[in-house]
């Protein structure tokens, strides 16, 4: 039994910003796997990526993580371009990789699986459903809200979304995604919405604004920490689940594992590539960074 099993592909990913153009392994699984592993969790990694990629598999060995690796005729190959201000990118996905299976997770059992869809069929509600008998279900939900057309990220609402959200304890959403899901600007109304359709705990990350958490009876108000300089906003949201799950598992508070997430996408959006920092290090900045935070009431 693992305390925490994260769900979804490895990626190739050309990460192009004003500064640099860089080419590397990405993807929700790869970040918060390099977020979470050195926290105090029995984790493991399930995966799916073509035998040429594997060296990135054995990368992630070498750091001590434990890897699952399901086998797929091609790995997802992402390119993300970001303008001068980093909540924002473009998109283009220039090849799949093949979908996860109930059958293919059957013998992983976990108190936490965090799926990490990258596309709009990587993880089909079936699978959520079985995963919730289980265990907790967290997700983020940003992959089921694109699909490819000749390479092109198009945005769509998911489908499924009443049937799939019932099974969630925690939802990850930035505002835009929670708009698309909602029809709802707004984000305690929002909030509520998902919450109404079934998730336990609601989160919504503000980018540079901080985030809000809500779970039917209270709405926690996190702050962003400002960092030292902005780097790579790439895998900021993952690092932030990794953290958050990591504090929840461990009996923390909504509010201070909210923080505590808050505080490692700090870390992490202050170099290139994933989160190589401790718990130590993000209790020192929790201890001594500003904070900010613009979120509507």
């Known amino acids: 039994m693992y305390d925490i099993c994260c769900i979804g592909h490895i990626t190739l990913d050309k990460v192009v910003t004003t500064k640099s153009v860089v080419h590397m392994a990405g993807g929700t699984s790869f970040y918060f796997s390099n977020a979470i592993r050195n926290m105090n969790v029995k984790y493991t990694l399930v995966t ?152 336990k705990e609601v989160v919504i990350t503000l980018g540079s604004m901080g985030s809000v958490i809500y779970n039917g009876r209270n709405f926690y108000n996190i702050p962003a920490y400002v960092p030292a300089a902005v780097i790579d906003a790439t895998g900021c949201g993952d690092t932030y689940m990794a953290g958050f799950l990591y504090q929840r598992i461990k009996g923390a508070s909504l509010q201070d594992a909210g923080e505590f997430a808050a505080a490692m996408a700090t870390l992490k959006i202050q170099s290139s590539g994933p989160f190589t920092g401790t718990r130590e290090d993000v209790l020192s900045l929790l201890a001594n960074t500003e904070k900010q935070m613009v979120i509507p009431q």
């Open 48 to 199: 799916a990526l073509a035998e040429s990629e594997m060296h990135v598999v054995e990368e992630l060995r070498a750091k001590g993580i434990e890897v699952n690796v399901l086998p797929s005729e091609h790995t997802v190959y992402f390119e993300n371009i970001y303008s001068e201000n980093q909540d924002h990118r473009t998109q283009r996905v220039l090849q799949k990789a093949d979908p996860f299976t109930v059958e293919q997770l059957l013998n992983i059992n976990a108190r936490i699986f965090h799926l990490g869809p990258l596309l709009a069929d990587d993880i089909p509600v079936e699978l959520i459903r079985a995963l919730a008998a289980k265990g907790k279900v967290s997700l983020d939900v940003q992959g089921y809200l694109r699909k490819v057309e000749n390479k092109q990220v198009i945005p769509i609402d998911w489908q499924a979304k009443k049937e799939g959200l019932q099974y969630i304890q925690t939802l990850k959403a930035n505002e835009s995604e929670m708009e698309v899901l909602t029809g709802i600007k707004d984000v305690r109304k929002g909030a509520q919405v998902l919450y109404d359709w079934g998730v």
